[in-house]
């Protein structure tokens, strides 16, 4: 059988080299899950191959591969090798790194400075960078697991590419299992159910699964899933309530909502819990989604979002959140409008592209002698001494004439508004 942890030549003691360290690829065939990028023809394999690098970002999840790239993109090239991580690292740390790269430059050898986690530099470090790799002095590989978009400056990105990693999928997984496996020299002690949990439990990071197999190859005996949880506890969702993730997955609860998908809500829904999101944060978005694309289609929706808010609050946790999913569901499974909002956003535009224009003078009163004489309130019909309970008057200014913001579909309850507005239009019509 062969060591688990067996020393090779010039390596850290065998006790330091945990088993993700012992496998992490060092050719582009080895690695894992990002075929789209190393794949015969794909943009950083034609790069390696070309020998020419490029300041890059590598974007993608914790345990996908981001440093392994680096390392490996730079063997094949004559740069220098530098890393630095963000987490560490301050100013004195580039200054010195830069000076570095520059006197190696001026003997005629580049700098690969490779940044782990650089969306932790703020501004003023990102924008030290700008002008080491304007002059080719550094060629710089960073390596983020947020939107770049967002967390990196723009002056940054539009120097270096960016390259976005996928989280290991099933197979991915399996396959690292596998070398574990041939590195240790046994299979792991675990039956199919808890193998498949071990990979579920993962959740497409590469490193994780490596390190919960190091545990289980300790295992005296077979683990099931249930002695599998033990071993392992649980792990916490990849989910940051302050960062990407967060706004991801209240977009993906709110399009399911939205799609009249109700299991997939229910999904994301529960996803957020387990990540630890306010539920509150989440009954907010949901009055939100009530307003926004249900509307009058159901005007019960917003009431349901409330009622469920008002339960939440009461009850607390956990007994709270039901009463939240059964609103989603509701919400889910209603008809769906966005005519009210739409009608909104035109009439915000069509108010700032108008101006002050006056109200017609016969819907305005006429509390003083000067303002009758003015013709204020002058043929103002009150609409209750009408038959139909309807004047038909016209209510918007002299210079603009009728407008149409609102435009109701013939579904759930605005079938019915529908039918009154096309009443109305003809009386109005007829009066006119």
Excluded at 12 to 32: H, I, M, T
Excluded at 42 to 48: D, E, I, N, S, V
Excluded at 132 to 159: K, Q, W
Excluded at 397 to 410: A, D, I, S, V
């Amino acid at each position: 059988m062969t060591d688990l942890f067996a020393q090779s030549p010039g390596a850290a003691p065998p006790k330091n080299r945990p088993l993700a360290d012992l496998l992490r690829p060092a050719a582009l065939e080895d690695v894992v899950g990002q075929e789209h990028l190393i794949a015969p023809g794909a943009p950083l394999r034609k790069m390696a191959e070309s020998g020419h690098l490029s300041s890059l970002i590598l974007w993608g999840p914790p345990g996908c591969g981001k440093t392994t790239l680096a390392r490996i993109l730079a063997k094949h090239s004559d740069l220098h090798f530098e890393q630095l991580s963000a987490i560490f690292s301050g100013v004195a740390d580039l200054r010195k790194c830069f000076d570095s790269a520059k006197i190696r430059a001026q003997k005629g050898q580049g700098t690969l400075l490779f940044v782990d986690e650089i969306h932790r530099f703020n501004k003023s470090q990102q924008d030290a960078f700008l002008p080491v790799m304007e002059d080719g002095t550094i060629i710089l590989i960073g390596a983020t697991t947020e939107n770049p978009s967002f967390e990196l400056n723009a002056a940054l990105l539009s120097r270096a590419q960016v390259f976005v990693l996928k989280r290991l999928d099933e197979a991915a997984l399996d396959d690292l299992l596998i070398r574990a496996e041939k590195e240790a020299g046994q299979t792991l002690p675990l039956t199919q159910d808890a193998r498949d949990l071990l990979k579920t439990l993962s959740d497409g990071d590469g490193r994780y699964t490596l390190s919960m197999a190091e545990q289980i190859f300790a295992q005296k005996e077979t683990l099931d899933a249930e002695k599998l949880l033990t071993i392992i506890q649980r792990r916490a969702p990849l989910y940051d309530k302050g960062e990407e993730a967060h706004y991801n997955l209240i977009s993906a609860l709110h399009k399911c909502v939205r799609g009249s998908d109700p299991d997939a809500a229910l999904y994301w829904f529960a996803r957020m819990l387990e990540g630890g999101e306010n539920p509150e944060y989440i009954a907010r978005r949901m009055v939100r989604m009530a307003v926004e694309d249900i509307g009058l289609a159901d005007p019960n929706a917003l009431l349901q979002c409330n009622a469920a808010w008002d339960a939440y609050l009461r009850l607390g946790s956990p007994e709270g959140e039901l009463a939240l999913a059964q609103a989603l569901i509701y919400l889910a499974t209603a008809p769906k409008s966005n005519a009210a909002y739409a009608a909104y956003k035109s009439a915000v535009k069509k108010a700032k592209e108008t101006g002050s224009l006056m109200p017609p003078k016969h819907i305005l009163n006429a509390p003083t002698k000067l303002m009758k004489q003015e013709n204020y309130g002058q043929g103002y019909i009150y609409d209750h001494d009408t038959p139909e309970g309807f004047s038909g008057q016209d209510y918007f200014p002299e210079e603009t004439g009728r407008m149409t913001f609102y435009n109701p579909p013939e579904r759930g309850f605005e079938r019915e508004i529908k039918k009154r507005l096309e009443y109305w239009a003809r009386l109005r019509k007829e009066k006119s």
